[in-house]
């Protein structure tokens, strides 16, 4: 038996041909392997019984085997003879594949056994367990040679004795696995293992599916993580950077500068949903020439965040020899853990051993330590209006659009810009038009996510200008404070007037005057002219009779509207931000800090923000000098009463024209706006019962319902020519 017979060590310092080629050497170093020990413990001609209760009993001739030498010296020389030769074969296989990977010929077997730093034995393991998959007949073999029809792979113990039949050796290989068992964990399915309690030498060495997986297709993507593990090259295709364009290189000088470093690096960078967090990331890695592996922390959360979470991230990190990102930190963070253990675990394991690890998240995020690890936290800032106009330029956004009002209306981020402009082409494409303001609006308001429905009710913004019925002043005032949101841009970015109003940018308005005036309708009116979805403020959700509820409850009223840049509409706004009194106890303490914790909440919101109260007095002169616009919505008059009647009848309903007096029932009934259209609403389902047209007597009988609802009584006799028409 010689080397000779086995290899051709002509080809010694020659590498592979292809990575196939290395491979089906492999497999002949393994059956070498096993066919020298086959023939030390099973001579020729031997016919080995399997035993079903293999396993569950122990023969006399297993006791006697563990206290005898089951070898004599003739047969222990002659084993080592074929030994020596199986370990030259092996030698040989090594210096091909060190000079294949010299030479820049890709080796599966040698690639995995470096970024894993197998030794020899591990090595050795990692060859059994891949023959095994491959070739039948040495799976066969590992059947024969452990007597049990179950035993298709090497156990540890039979490996060791594949590797060395000396005890001492053996003993010592056994400690060293058990000393390396997380690296173990990283080539070898060990989930039988721990879930049947398999002690280490019992243990089957099965390849782990994705280890088998890279081996044959080193540019698939890992499936046990359910998507929640990405690899991204340096060489993808990846959109440029239009925005904080230096930050990516700055990063990867930093990392070059600190190569070396002893400590691991951990970069936090935090940002709104779409401001490129990890596309600076890829960036960063490609300048760099380094794979990334991006980790999404919500779905990596939703696996159960076990020690098998770590080490799927952990592996695929390995096998590309990758750099980390772990993304969306904010799913393990909570407010009373600074440092959450995974996410400490998760960094230490991966940054450790990369040196250096990302994470990115929409919260901005600053422990004061996490781990060993140097951290440097950056934030991403949402572009100024004027960077989101050149943005929605220079992604290709259509011309037809007003694009100046849109980039002053919503802070968005430029995936948000990318996700609108993509999104007005579909519903343009499925509504058969050109891309419109309507499409374009449709899609800006695609791009918001938000829990606002918790705390507060979206209204249906449907009423226009002309459906407001207010005196000119009102009126003018609340088109002056819209103009504040569509030329935000010019006056703050381009004139630079920004620079002067750092802070309180939002636009606050009052609105105040008797019930049924128009508030809530005036509210609609500026939603639907700005394109801007409208929430009111669900009160009862936010006042609580808890000390530091209310405050906590409009904190996340606020956190979450800042999402979407939504108009906040407080009606009954006094029960909220009531006048500030004398602290005589403790009440009067606490009602102060929710009223000022509010009205500072206000400022900081960039946003809208509508107050409507039925008392402005309420309201203290240094509360009400804070709100940018008070508008006064009076009780209409008699010519504001007319065109309010007139305006309230819909377009299609049957009216009787002829016998409806307008200039009378404006002069006769001193009425709201609201109550006017309670009364035209009840007419009509009077008319409607009776089978008629709405008439005059309709509109009698309605009004002295709705008049005695707040305890007035309608006489005949004030009704002059009209007053047959009323009934009872």
């Given amino acids: 038996m010689r080397i000779e017979d086995y290899v051709d060590l002509s080809m010694a310092s020659e590498p592979y041909a292809s990575d196939s080629a290395c491979i089906d050497e492999l497999l002949r170093v393994a059956r070498l392997r096993v066919d020298v020990y086959a023939s030390a413990v099973a001579p020729e001609g031997a016919d080995l019984q399997h035993s079903g209760l293999k396993g569950h009993v122990t023969r006399r001739e297993d006791l006697r085997g563990m206290t005898e030498d089951p070898f004599t010296p003739q047969e222990m020389s002659a084993y080592a003879r074929k030994a020596r030769v199986a370990r030259d074969v092996w030698r040989h296989v090594l210096r091909r594949m060190k000079h294949s990977t010299e030479q820049d010929v890709f080796v599966s077997f040698e690639y995995v056994s470096r970024v894993f730093e197998l030794t020899d034995f591990e090595r050795h393991c990692f060859l059994?367990?891949?023959?095994?998959?491959?070739?039948?007949?040495?799976?066969?073999?590992?059947?024969?040679?452990?007597?049990?029809?179950?035993?298709?792979?090497?156990?540890?113990?039979?490996?060791?004795?594949?590797?060395?039949?000396?005890?001492?050796?053996?003993m010592a290989l056994q400690r060293d696995v058990v000393r390396r068992r997380s690296t173990f964990q990283m080539i070898f399915d060990m989930g039988d293992a721990g879930a049947k309690r398999l002690s280490m030498s019992s243990f089957p060495l099965r390849l782990h599916e994705r280890v088998f997986e890279y081996l044959f297709d080193v540019s698939s993507q890992p499936e046990d993580a359910?998507?929640?593990?990405?690899?991204?090259?340096?060489?993808?295709?990846?959109?440029?950077?239009?925005?904080?364009?230096?930050?990516?290189?700055?990063?990867?000088?930093?990392?070059?500068?600190?190569?070396?470093?002893?400590?691991?690096?951990?970069?936090?960078?935090?940002?709104?949903?779409?401001?490129?967090?990890?596309?600076?990331?890829?960036?960063?890695?490609?300048?760099?020439?380094?794979?990334?592996?991006?980790?999404?922390?919500?779905?990596?959360?939703?696996?159960?965040?076990?020690?098998?979470?770590?080490?799927?991230?952990?592996?695929?990190?390995?096998?590309?020899?990758?750099?980390?990102?772990?993304?969306?930190?904010?799913?393990?963070?909570?407010?009373?853990?600074?440092?959450?253990y995974w996410l400490r675990e998760m960094a230490l394991r991966l940054g450790s051993e990369r040196g250096v690890v990302f994470v990115t998240g929409e919260k901005e995020w600053k422990p004061g330590r996490l781990g060993d690890f140097d951290v440097v936290s950056q934030a991403l800032a949402v572009p100024d209006a004027q960077m989101r106009l050149s943005l929605y330029r220079a992604m290709g956004a259509p011309q037809s659009v007003d694009l100046e009002a849109v980039a002053g209306k919503f802070v968005f981020s430029p995936g948000q810009i990318r996700g609108t402009i993509d999104d007005a082409a579909v519903i343009a494409d499925w509504e058969k038009n050109e891309i419109g303001e309507e499409a374009f609006y449709k899609a800006s308001l695609k791009q918001i996510s938000h829990n606002l429905g918790q705390r507060a009710t979206q209204v249906n913004a449907r009423f226009a200008w002309d459906d407001l019925v207010l005196p000119p002043l009102a009126k003018g005032t609340l088109k002056a404070a819209c103009d504040q949101v569509r030329f935000r841009r010019v006056v703050y970015d381009e004139w630079g007037f920004g620079e002067k109003l750092p802070y309180g940018r939002g636009l606050s308005m009052l609105f105040s005057g008797p019930p049924g005036t128009g508030k809530t309708m005036a509210a609609q009116v500026i939603a639907n002219a700005l394109r801007l979805e409208l929430y009111k403020v669900d009160i009862s959700a936010v006042v609580s009779k808890y000390i530091g509820e209310t405050e906590k409850n409009l904190k996340n009223v606020f956190d979450e509207v800042k999402k979407s840049q939504s108009i906040l509409f407080f009606d009954e706004a006094d029960s909220l931000f009531g006048k500030r009194t004398e602290v005589k106890d403790s009440h009067d303490r606490y009602a102060n800090i929710e009223s000022s914790f509010l009205l500072q909440k206000i400022e900081e919101y960039d946003g809208i923000v509508i107050l409507a109260s039925n008392f402005l007095q309420n309201f203290d002169d240094a509360f009400r000098r804070r709100i940018k616009f008070i508008i006064d919505f009076p009780f209409p008059d008699a010519s504001q009463r007319e065109k309010l009647w007139r305006m309230m009848f819909a377009k299609h309903a049957p009216v009787d024209h002829e016998g409806m007096d307008f200039a009378f029932l404006s002069k006769r009934f001193e009425l709201s706006g609201a109550a006017i259209k309670n009364i035209v609403i009840g007419a009509a389902f009077l008319a409607a019962a009776a089978g008629q047209d709405i008439s005059m007597g309709h509109i009698l009988l309605a009004a002295r319902t709705e008049l005695a609802k707040s305890g007035k009584i309608m006489l005949k006799e004030d009704l002059g020519a009209y007053a047959g028409l009323m009934q009872g």
Avoid at 154 to 159: H, I, M, P, R, V
Avoid at 228 to 237: C, H, K, L, S
Avoid at 322 to 334: K, N
């Fill in 128 to 170: 059994l367990a891949l023959s095994a998959e491959l070739d039948a007949q040495i799976s066969r073999a590992f059947v024969f040679l452990q007597d049990d029809v179950r035993a298709r792979y090497a156990t540890l113990e039979l490996a060791s004795r594949l590797y060395d039949l000396n005890p001492e050796k053996r």
């Fill in 226 to 340: 359910r998507g929640a593990v990405v690899v991204r090259f340096p060489w993808d295709e990846r959109p440029p950077l239009l925005h904080e364009t230096g930050f990516a290189p700055a990063m990867a000088d930093f990392i070059l500068r600190r190569k070396g470093d002893a400590k691991p690096l951990a970069l936090i960078i935090s940002g709104a949903r779409g401001a490129g967090k990890t596309l600076q990331v890829e960036h960063c890695c490609a300048a760099l020439g380094a794979t990334l592996v991006t980790v999404d922390l919500r779905r990596i959360q939703n696996l159960e965040m076990d020690a098998a979470a770590v080490e799927v991230v952990a592996r695929e990190c390995a096998l590309r020899q990758a750099v980390p990102c772990l993304e969306h930190v904010e799913a393990l963070l909570s407010e009373d853990e600074d440092e959450p």
